[in-house]
């Protein structure tokens, strides 16, 4: 049987539609949390040994251990150096370009009446990058990148603690390119404090770690739950699920690319969703063998072997139009249009509304989106994307209005305090209607 199931769009299951999230075996994270919040650095050093079986003294690594890894990358794997480098400015430049879009402005609605509006960073972040075999370094530069170009005043890092390279069990350590990283990033201070615990001490503050404004960063279920826990007493940025990439495509599809982008999403994780929705059953078919050429050369336990397997399919459909409203029904993290250029893909663009982030066109693998075209890859899953967008800078920003009635033509000033003094009377708010009345029958 095919890893990859080929069905026809009529057989799409409800289920196909509904939110994919993490959340069995999360029932330890509120007390992690709240004996996070009640003892500090006690209780996270308690849950490093446990989980992590680190002992350090202190979590904070030393700034000139930092900038020693940004030199050991650059003399050790010159390559990965360069390609941050570009990553990096890439994200930054389309960050500082998002931020221009959001500006002050006063406007007088009516006579002596002024509105306005003032765009504030936080003051400080926190981000959580997870550790594992292979750490997710481009989570540094897409954390940072919207942080950096809003103004966030100090930026903080967590990320899960490793042996130290002396062998000192007593010092803070962590995977090192991700620290050669976040100081690339100009991150302020960085913590080697994994899990829900790491959460607990940005959100509460635990005497080492200070407490945050915004919480951002992808992380396992635990990570996803504590996140959710704390919102509320500070901001977030996703409550992110299993991975997912929906393509729409015709018999322009070149099928070899297209099995790739399907791969590249599915070895993210055995959750993980990687669709094709397509008008051409020969391409569904040489799609399904380029998935099976793949996998056969992988390990019989491979991630992407059980993500196909379990989530993974081929929609075959009568019309690309029929796609785009299976597109916009799930909603998916990742759209790509595998559709030559011209103006029947410019009338589907137009027509896709709810995704995270999409990728117009054979050339635009959304591998570029994850790593190195200065889009954001934290972006919202599980059918969110209905209601909200990745990461960004407003994410760090803060919208407050203001208001002033200036001396001078008043009608519109006393129209807003009459209106005022009615209003208030209807929902019984007296000491309201006095303040309006008194203003005006001076």
Known sequence: MASLNIIDWTAIPESFFQARRYSAGTEAVPSILEAVRERGDAAVREFSAKFDRAHPETFEID???????????????????????????????????????????????????????????VDRAGLYVPGGRFPLVSSVIMCTSPARAAGVGEIILCTPPVPHPSGDAALPWADWRTLAVASMCAVTRVFAIGGA???????????TVPSVNVIAGPGNKYVTAAKKYVFGEVGIDLLAGPSEVLIVADDSANPAWVAADLYAQAEHDPDAQAVLVTTSRSLAVAVQNEVENILSRLPADAIARKSFEDSGCVIVVDTLDRAMRIANSKAPEHLELALEEGSERDRLEAAARDFGSVFLGHRTAEVLGDFAAGLNHTLPTSGSARFTGGLSVRHFLRTVTALRSPAGED?????????????????????HALAARRRFRR
């Open 411 to 431: 009608s519109g000033w006393e129209r807003s305090v009459r209106a005022a003094e009615v209003i208030a009377r209807a929902e019984g708010l007296d000491g």
């Open 197 to 207: 615990q790491a959460i607990g001490a940005m959100a509460y503050g635990t005497g």
């Open 63 to 121: 700034h000139d251990e930092l900038a020693a890894t940004v030199e050991r990358l650059y003399t050790e794997d010159r390559e990965l150096y360069e390609a941050i480098v570009v990553s990096r400015d890439l994200a930054l430049a389309f960050a500082e370009r998002q931020r221009r879009s959001f500006d002050d402005f006063d406007v007088e609605l009516a006579p002596g009446l002024v509105t306005g509006q003032r765009i504030h960073p």
